[in-house]
């Protein structure tokens, strides 16, 4: 049973950064691309950011191109989201998914709020 756990989020002020995290079972991890998606409030789920499965592939929404950095570690079955010079409109729920066996799979999210 595939299985996303993500950590990390939290308030923080413009300019700041984050790193979420995202645990993950079920699946051999190593085998599958991981993507972390957002959600802000009355907007639709958008893609944030991809990485391939030996993580020498990334792509990002242009919206944070430059600013957020994915990366995964195989060895411990977790990927990340580096969230830098953080803005109000980032804050959203965020979730890491994977496409698995003909199904995405989401986590239950994490909330990040940029406010001052």
């Known amino acids: 049973q595939v299985h996303l756990v993500e950590s990390g989020g939290g308030l923080v002020q413009p300019g700041g950064s984050l790193r979420l995290s995202c645990a993950a079972s079920?699946?051999?991890?190593?085998?599958?691309?991981m993507s972390w998606y957002r959600q802000a409030p009355g907007k639709e789920r958008e893609l944030v950011a991809l990485?391939?499965?030996?993580?020498?592939?990334?792509n990002y929404a242009d919206s944070v191109k430059g600013r957020f950095t994915i990366s995964r570690d195989n060895a411990n079955k977790t990927a990340y989201l580096q969230m830098t010079s953080l803005k109000p409109e980032d804050t959203a729920v965020y979730y890491c998914?994977?496409?698995?066996?003909?199904?995405?799979?989401w986590g239950q999210g994490t909330q990040v709020t940029v406010s001052s």
């Open positions: 990485i391939t499965s030996t993580g020498g592939g990334t």
């Open positions: 079920g699946f051999t991890f190593s085998r599958y691309g």
């Open positions: 998914s994977v496409f698995y066996s003909g199904s995405r799979y």
